[in-house]
Structures are given as C-alpha cells and as structure tokens.
C-alpha cells in the first residue's frame, strides 16, 4: 500500500509565494516520476511541473520563472516552491508519482489535492 500526502496549500495574495509538499510512504522500491498537476473549477487537469529521479524538470509555460519543483529522494518528497502567485494560479493541486514497489510493478498514484487559493 503506497500512499501520497500532501501539505501546504491555502489563501495567499497576489504576489504571494507558497510551498507544496508531498510525501510518499508505504511499499516503495523506488520512484521514478513526481509531478504536480492542478485543477481549477470548470477546468481539465493540467500538469503544472513534474521531475525525475535524476532531477530533470519540466514546467508548463505559465509558470515557468515563478515555480520550482524539488525533491528530497532519501525522504520520498516532492517540493513545490509557488513564487509571485496570481489569481490565475488558483486550483486544487494534486501530486502524482509513479512508484516501483517490491512486487516489481509500477502504479501510478496521486495525492488527495491541496487547495491553493490566490486572492486579496
């Protein structure tokens, strides 16, 4: 059983910064893809920025310059650092990583959602 956790979200003001964090725990042999999507109301899930075990990073091109993606391997956590926020950036967000267990087979999981609200 391999679950993700998530922290971090919540109301923030224009040109605020938050951080996300998501912890992975249970039956791990290893993880190679993190990531971080988000979903606003009415909207599809979009992947906001994902990185691998060997710390290749991807971002979408709305946030690029103002997120950050990291992660801690020894600690099976992924960061998010979310710089100059705007309104627009409002969305649940939702980890998701693709996890090896010790049975040798790769599932894909994802987070219960973090609220992040950007608003004066």
């Known amino acids: 059983q391999v679950q993700l956790v998530e922290s971090g979200g919540g109301l923030v003001q224009p040109g605020g910064s938050l951080r996300l964090s998501c912890a992975a725990s249970?039956?791990?042999?290893?993880?190679?893809?993190m990531g971080w999507y988000r979903q606003a109301p009415g909207k599809q899930r979009e992947l906001v920025a994902s990185?691998?075990?060997?710390?290749?990073?991807n971002y979408v091109d709305s946030v690029k310059g103002r997120f950050t993606i990291s992660r801690d391997n020894a600690k099976n956590t992924v960061y998010l650092q979310m710089n100059s926020l705007k309104p627009e950036d409002t969305a649940v967000y939702y980890c998701?990583?693709?996890?090896?267990?010790?049975?040798?087979?790769?599932?894909?999981?994802w987070g219960q959602g973090t609220q992040v609200t950007v608003s004066s």
């Open positions: 998701n990583a693709r996890i090896l267990d010790y049975t040798g087979i790769t599932r894909n999981y």
């Open positions: 249970g039956s791990i042999f290893s993880i190679n893809y």
């Open positions: 990185i691998t075990s060997g710390g290749s990073t």
